[in-house]
């Protein structure tokens, strides 16, 4: 399967500043890329969804200015939590999608995600 | 709105048995369905993805789908203990749409 890393694993950090996290697809070009936040005990919750040399697509209720999202080359975007908060402590995970069948929704492959928590 | 369930768990099985996970989906235009296991802390893994009714089989895992009950499924055969894990039901229609996950069945396999 195609393989997807990110960077950090882990972070902790002091509340107020930014944290960026990396998404990268190490052996094929994502043109698309999401990325997703999950709580402890709790499902996987769609933030955005990262095009390639365009703005992100963020899900309603994400707010777009505390979470910046770059996708400036087919292997890397990035997501920037600005002004961190102990509420924004969570597991970040992106995907890569991988094109499919013709008709058929491409396949998603995940990275290992990166553990935020915000003093 | 799109809607994927699965039953939370926890679901039991002993080691050996056969483990069943159940997805139901609202989207009937739904085209493309995949499972993913999740162990604890960790990202999604892919197990495996199917697009037509009836059966797939990959080793111990088989995935089913009955579209017009709008259903799917995953079976493993000879359950072991590193099978313990969430495993999450995702449905997607064509191209790059986003999918749609479950909340995922959590599967504990007794020794």
């Known amino acids: 399967g195609a393989v997807v890393s990110q960077h950090p694993s882990w972070v902790i950090c002091k509340s107020g500043t930014s944290v960026k996290i990396e998404c990268r697809s190490l052996d094929f070009q994502a043109t698309t890329m999401f990325w997703y936040r999950q709580f402890p005990k709790q499902s996987l919750m769609l933030m955005a969804t990262s095009n390639e040399g365009s703005k992100a697509t963020y899900e309603q209720g994400v707010e777009k200015d505390k979470f910046l999202i770059n996708h400036a080359s087919l292997t890397l975007s990035t997501l920037t939590v600005t002004s961190a908060h102990p509420e924004d402590s969570s597991f970040y995970i992106c995907s890569a999608r991988v094109p499919s069948y013709p008709g058929k929704a491409d396949t998603q492959y995940f990275g290992p995600g990166t553990r935020l928590t915000v003093l | 709105q799109k809607e994927v369930e699965q039953n939370s768990g926890p679901l039991s099985v002993p080691e050996g048995a056969i483990a069943s996970l159940n997805c139901t989906y609202s989207?009937?235009?739904?085209?493309?369905f995949f499972w993913y296991r999740q162990y604890s802390g960790k990202s999604p893994e892919l197990i495996m993805f199917i697009y037509s009714n009836g059966d797939k089989e990959d080793g111990r895992f088989t995935a089913q789908l009955n579209k017009a009950s709008q259903y799917v499924s995953l079976l493993i055969r000879d359950s072991q203990p590193s099978d313990s894990a969430t495993y999450l039901c995702?449905?997607?229609?064509?191209?790059?749409?986003?999918?749609?996950f479950g909340t995922g069945t959590r599967l504990t396999i007794i020794p």
């Open positions: 989207d009937r235009g739904s085209q493309s």
């Open positions: 995702a449905v997607g229609g064509f191209g790059n749409e986003k999918l749609t």
